[in-house]
């Protein structure tokens, strides 16, 4: 199954967005809660995009060692 790579770019986006959700300080506690609870989710997909990414980087950098 070929899963579709995600948008680095795009998460950060939606990260910056829940914070200034959060930091307008018009969310009841269950909504912040749940935008806590995205951004989390985005950052983990964003640390896990960077291991992606560098991996490539290396196996370029190899390659054009070799």
Same mark, same amino acid.
């Given at each position: 199954m070929? &899963? &579709?790579k995600v948008n680095y770019d795009a998460c950060m986006e939606d990260i910056q967005a829940i914070l200034i959700r959060i930091q307008d300080g018009n969310l009841g506690l269950e909504a912040m809660r749940?935008?806590?609870a995205k951004a989390m989710e985005l950052i983990s997909t964003c640390r896990n995009?960077?291991?992606e990414i560098k991996g490539e980087m290396d196996q370029l950098v190899s390659e054009e060692e070799a």
């Open positions: 070929n &899963k &579709k749940d935008e806590v995009r960077l291991r």
